[in-house]
């Protein structure tokens, strides 16, 4: 079943677009789920929640990429969950993401439209290997010896690919008004 058949399904209200989606995108989820939160229990509740979510989205919402509306969905439950467990003090490797990212993008931003088409035009220039390691280090939340192998890199070449990726984007923004 097709993405276009499946949001058809959630717009004639039926149920059966859940068990379509989780079969079509439940591993994905799954994924990126785990790799924020390293749990699979956390992980698991958080992509049946992201069920739910979708459900009560569409209708209105009709997405154009139903895997990125549910993945984006997987994506914020999860960090959600994440800040909640944070004050306990688990998973560093997802803080330490966040704080490589903290020094290119502006931490007040007044149009996040602007800086998502900016961002999306940064990483269209990219080639396909910084563009993979930098989605999947930044959106994806891989740990660096995970994309190493993924790819074929060793761990420092990924690090030192992901460090002048961060230092373009910098540039690039910079050169757009935005300044860290």
């Not at 859940?18 to 994905?28: L, M, Q, W």
């Not at 049946?48 to 969905?73: E, G, M, Q």
């Not at 330490?96 to 602007?114: K, Q, W």
């Amino acid at each position: 079943m097709n993405d276009q058949d499946i949001i058809d399904l959630y717009f004639a209200r039926n149920e059966q677009a859940i068990a379509e989606t989780d079969k079509s995108y439940g591993k994905v989820c799954m994924q990126v789920s785990m790799n924020i939160l390293d749990s699979r229990p956390d992980a698991e509740e958080c992509v049946s929640d992201t069920y739910l979510k979708t459900w009560n989205a569409i209708p209105p919402t009709r997405p154009h990429s139903l895997c990125a509306f549910v993945c984006r969905i997987a994506r914020n439950l999860s960090l959600s969950r994440l800040r909640d467990l944070r004050r306990q003090k688990r998973n560093q490797e997802l803080t330490l993401s966040f704080d490589e990212l903290e020094a290119c993008i502006p931490a007040t931003v007044e149009d996040a439209g602007e800086l998502s088409t900016l961002l999306n035009d940064f990483l269209e220039g990219l080639d396909e290997t910084n563009r993979v390691l930098f989605m999947g280090r930044y959106w994806y939340s891989y740990a660096i010896d995970d994309l190493a192998a993924q790819m074929g890199l060793t761990d420092k070449a990924v690090y030192m690919r992901l460090h002048k990726t961060r230092e373009k984007l910098r540039a690039y923004l910079a050169e757009r008004g935005y300044r860290v």
